[in-house]
């Protein structure tokens, strides 16, 4: 038998962004065989970088099916409209359906090459981040209430089996192949930790979504948290947070203190009071007029805001900017931290909260990372010998050094250094604000988006990265409202940047 023909599979490319937790794109208009095998080789080569090869047969399976229904959508929307029927009309689908397989598979590439002129397209999306795999299948045809019902039956039939043999059994439907593969999809994603939480199917901005999320194995979760407990005994000698900030901090807790006395209390350290100073004077806070003094700096942000710049400062002061990775994951931090500030001003201006900690917040969500550029290579080497001896995976080395899963190391630091809770959570779900707790959910959310518009003008996101908490509170129903946000906060950025 000849060898199938493949497509050549970038393996450099794909374990790269994979360990550094950037999704991988894939689209067709008519899914191809080749493009099939391709999809399925780079999703292959994708779970053996994470060190999660055990899914990899359940969800190139997986994989094949949803892409494949995703096809069979858009061709489903060809079909009808040439024969005049209404899809959303359940009489017109009953009596579509009748037909459609049979004329489909006799005239195939007429409605393959019609559904490529409409646009109809395919997309796949895979990721990983916080210990779960994500895969996303997309189309951009709407799945209509009827067929969501339908679909919806399926998988609370698949979840009544008790294995596949008693599906193959008991499963007879002529008019869509019995449903049988998407039943047996999900029988095989519960061997590896499928939950009904784990399937999600959703209409978002015109595309019908299929999102299948999973755990890592929990080996791999439990190595992680190995690795973050040993990193952090190994960096002990982590300086502690400067005692100048800690007394101001308590003053400022001290309900018998007033604004006078702080300001001071700071104006005695003069490298303080100035970076102060220049601090509430830049490009976020855009004070009407320059501030002068401690006084007028600490009036200005009030007792809470202060206390938010202190711990900014503090940071800064320890981790620095002595290398030029560290610079530039800097700059990439106030970035976010003007883009947090005004995306607050304009979508959470009733919530004084979100208000006072999203600038400082923004500016230390990446912390983690900076903290990996910091440790010495004595420690690393003891980080690794350490793993070795554990039987660790280098990979999760890997993956923590390139930034995957930065945030729970972050947020380890942040709670050393005795932060208060808004900025720990915000460094701990800024990839992930669905999962922080309700009361810090909006603020998780304003860190995620600026974080996500930073990486979307870089080339690095897509407006389908944004996660649906993001959308959902500041109200980006589409790709041309998130395009225009991040477009408006960059000129008001390069704007203040000339200034």
């Not at 006395?261 to 970076?275: G, H, P, Q, R, T």
């Amino acid at each position: 038998m000849a060898e199938e023909k493949r497509l050549n599979v970038d393996s450099e490319k794909i374990k790269k962004a994979a360990l550094a937790g950037v999704p991988l794109s894939l689209t067709t208009y008519v899914l191809p065989h080749e493009m099939e095998l391709y999809m399925s080789d780079v999703l292959s080569c994708f779970l053996a970088s994470l060190g999660q090869t055990h899914m990899t047969d359940y969800l190139v399976y997986c994989l094949n099916e949803l892409a494949t229904n995703a096809k069979k959508a858009n061709t489903k929307r060809i079909y009808f409209l040439e024969k005049g029927l209404n899809i959303t009309d359940p009489a017109d689908y009953e009596l579509g359906m009748k037909t459609f397989k049979k004329d489909m598979l006799e005239n195939l590439p007429y409605y393959l090459e019609k559904q490529r002129e409409a646009g109809l397209y395919i997309k796949v999306i895979f990721s990983a981040r916080n210990h779960n795999i994500r895969l996303e299948v997309r189309n951009n045809s709407e799945l209509t209430l009827f067929e969501y019902k339908r679909i919806h039956d399926k998988i609370c039939r698949a979840h009544t089996y008790a294995d596949m043999n008693e599906a193959l059994d008991k499963i007879v439907d002529d008019t869509e192949g019995a449903g049988l593969g998407l039943i047996l999809m999900i029988l095989m994603l519960k061997k590896i930790g499928l939950t009904d939480e784990s399937y999600q199917i959703l209409v978002e901005n015109g595309e019908t979504v299929v999102r299948v999320e999973l755990p890592f194995l929990d080996k791999r979760s439990k190595e992680f948290e190995i690795v973050t407990k040993d990193l952090l005994y190994l960096i002990e000698d982590l300086p502690p947070f400067p005692e100048n900030i800690i007394e101001i901090n308590r003053l400022i807790a001290d309900p018998d203190s007033d604004m006078a006395e702080i300001a001071m209390f700071i104006n005695n350290d003069v490298a303080l009071a100035a970076d102060l100073i220049k601090m509430v004077n830049s490009a976020a806070f855009r004070p009407a007029t320059p501030i002068q003094n401690v006084y007028s700096a600490v009036k200005m942000v009030g007792l809470d805001g202060l206390r938010n710049l202190l711990f900014s400062l503090g940071t800064f002061k320890l981790l620095g900017e002595n290398t030029e990775e560290k610079r530039q994951m800097w700059v990439h931090a106030y970035k976010v931290a003007f883009f947090a500030h005004n995306i607050a001003c304009s979508y959470c201006s009733n919530d004084k909260a979100v208000m006072a900690d999203a600038y400082v917040c923004g500016l230390l969500h990446d912390i983690g990372k900076v903290i990996f550029t910091t440790t010495h290579n004595e420690a690393m080497r003891q980080l690794i010998m350490l793993t070795q001896q554990r039987n660790i995976s280098l990979q999760v080395i890997e993956q923590m050094v390139s930034g995957t899963n930065h945030e729970i190391l972050g947020a380890r630091i942040a709670e050393k250094w005795n932060f208060p809770e808004p900025i720990v959570v915000s460094i701990k779900y800024h990839h992930s604000p669905e999962e922080a707790p309700e009361e810090y959910k909006k603020l998780a959310a304003v860190i995620a988006l600026a974080d996500l518009i930073c990486g979307y003008l870089d080339g690095k996101y897509t407006f389908q990265n944004v996660p649906h908490v993001c959308k959902e509170t500041f109200s980006l129903n589409n790709e041309m409202q998130f395009r225009s946000l991040a477009e408006k906060l960059n000129m008001s950025f390069i704007r203040a940047e000339e200034k």
